[in-house]
């Protein structure tokens, strides 16, 4: 299988390097610095269990370099990044390739593929000009969640924090249960990250929505680690109803979640103190995920009348730091006294 992996940052790094250590024909797209220590160097993953001794050689590309067609591509680009670039990806498989969008938060294609009372809604938030739903016929999506907590430390090196969780997540749209998903998983596993195929998947996604859309946001604005805020009293409590407000979110939409809010603050208070993929790009300066983690949050619960008071706090303040990034060229990180 010719395999892809367009948006070779943390995630797609790792999984690209994963996937040529064990010898897959695997391509990854990547550009500047992050290219240029891919083609001169190889990939460094550094963590006590998917680490790897040596830098791992791969076959690194700039857009537009690739050789289509693909049989799979995963699209590691952030969800805010896909419209830009919709076209050139859609063009480089052929018509039965297999896309893979694992990215954080709600999916532009959530009330497609199933019955559901706003089936056929497109969330504005996420697609508003219809790109994404042109684009990439249903029959070519799967739908994926990766946990993978990883931090891009420098070009091509890549720091991995190993846990009990880590694996991808497959699902098709419309829930059914398809021999390529467990194809798919297959090769993950191989790789050495866990494959799940599951018959929803968006259960799983309003799941990692209850650390994305609390963790990421507030970290980003505090500076801070999902460990440091659990930890903090007033953060902790905060992170208490907007938790809340996520979980009446799911329900309604239709994906009620069995969780018990205190004790998912609890166990992040002993996370690996690591920063979100949020945080990491505010002290780059880079725009910032919020479509699909926080702002489509609130849309949906404006479609399904759910109030989310704490979440649109978080929202502005959110929204206007990255305003102050994108629009300032700021970033926004820690500064060492003396």
Known sequence: MKILIYGAGAIGGFFGASLAAIG??????????????MVSRGIILEGPKSG????IKVR??????EKPPYDLIFVTLKAHQLAAAATHVRS??????????????????????????????RLKTLDPEGVLSRTFAPPNL???????????????????????????????????????????????????WTGKPVSDLRK???????????????????????????SFAQTAKLALAMTREVIALATAAGSPLE????????????????????????????TLELDAILNSLLEIGQLVGVATPNLEVIAACANMLNQRITMDGVAIKPVKSG
């Open 24 to 37: 897959e024909d695997v391509t990854l797209v990547a550009r500047g610095a992050q290219y240029d220590a």
């Open 52 to 55: 790897r001794p040596d830098p």
């Open 60 to 65: 690194a590309v700039r857009p537009g370099e």
């Open 92 to 121: 480089l498989g052929g018509k039965d390739a297999m896309f893979v969008f694992p990215q954080n938060g709600i999916p532009w294609w959530y009330f497609e593929g199933i019955e559901s009372p706003y089936k056929g809604t």
């Open 142 to 192: 799967i739908g994926g969640i990766a946990f993978k907590p990883s931090d891009l430390v420098a070009p091509a090196h890549i720091r991995l924090a190993d846990s009990d969780a880590d694996s991808l997540t497959l699902g098709e749209i419309d829930n059914s249960m398809t021999p390529r998903l467990q194809a798919i998983a297959k090769i993950a596993t191989a790789a050495g």
């Open 204 to 230: 799983g996604k309003w799941t990692k929505l209850l650390s994305n859309a609390v963790w990421n946001t507030m970290g980003s604005l505090t500076q801070s680690t999902a460990t440091d805020l659990a």
């Open 259 to 286: 969780v018990d809010a205190e004790a998912l603050i609890a166990a992040s208070a002993k996370r690996v103190p690591l920063p979100s993929s949020t945080l990491q790009d505010a002290r780059s300066g880079r």
